[in-house]
């Protein structure tokens, strides 16, 4: 015990901040598979690395805002010569609090942990066209009505440390449950979905001083 405690001690640790790009989805037992599309939000928070064994080993709990949810797919049709068309995306905007040991080996490192999530909003972004013209662009706050507010994963990835502080990382967001408890908005489309998500981050790390 000692020794461990000696071995942290040594080991690099510190605050940080991430952030970067989300390419978000659903992912489960979905009954219209074709309506629901990738789509892009962000992410973006704090870190603390604390340092196990020396710069091989170590603990990362982080704090980020990420958007998840997807894309509708996109909906066309032509009345009187004239083609309409409409996009639409449903953002979930979470906070989560993942847990990740991290594992160095030499600038790759690999991460994985569990991850809890609270719920704190939803909104759609709708855009409607008018023979590929951008006519109209509106934003709809929803309730969280029939969505679980907590939710539990995991989160695992892999990266590549720019020298001592900087690092670029590719990371899967899972969960363990669905997201709603009852489907009030999609006519059961989305009863027995989960959210998947897959980040494209960028890590800055400032080393404590020892």
């Known amino acids: 015990m000692l020794f461990a405690g000696v071995t ?3 080991a690099q640790s510190g605050i940080g901040i991430r952030g970067g790009a989300n390419m978000a989805n659903l992912s489960g037992d979905l009954r219209n598979e074709d309506n629901f599309e990738n789509k892009w939000g962000f992410h973006g928070g704090i870190t603390y690395n604390i340092g196990i064994v020396d710069n091989f080993f170590s603990i990362q709990p982080e704090l980020l805002y990420s958007q998840k949810g997807f894309k509708n797919a996109d909906t066309e049709f032509v009345v009187g010569g004239v083609n309409y068309k409409r996009t639409g995306k449903v ?3 979470y906070l989560d609090l993942p847990v990740l040991a ?3 080996a030499g600038p790759l490192y690999f991460e994985a942990g569990p991850q809890a999530s609270y719920l704190i909003g939803v909104n759609n972004e709708t855009k409607t066209y008018l023979d590929g013209n951008l006519q109209s662009t509106s934003r ?3 309730d969280k009505e ?3 507010e907590f939710e539990f994963g995991y989160g695992a990835g892999v990266g590549f440390a720019l020298g001592n502080s900087l690092n670029l990382g590719v990371r899967y967001n899972g969960s363990f449950s669905d997201f ?3 489907d009030v908005n999609f006519n059961g489309d989305v009863t027995n979905a989960r959210h998947s998500t897959i980040m494209f981050t960028l890590g ?3 080393p404590s001083a020892r």
């Open 8 to 10: 942290a001690a040594q």
């Open 91 to 93: 953002n979930y905007n």
């Open 102 to 104: 991290k594992i160095k």
């Open 140 to 142: 709809d706050e929803k």
């Open 146 to 148: 029939g969505l679980k």
């Open 180 to 182: 709603v408890d009852e």
């Open 204 to 206: 800055l790390t400032i």
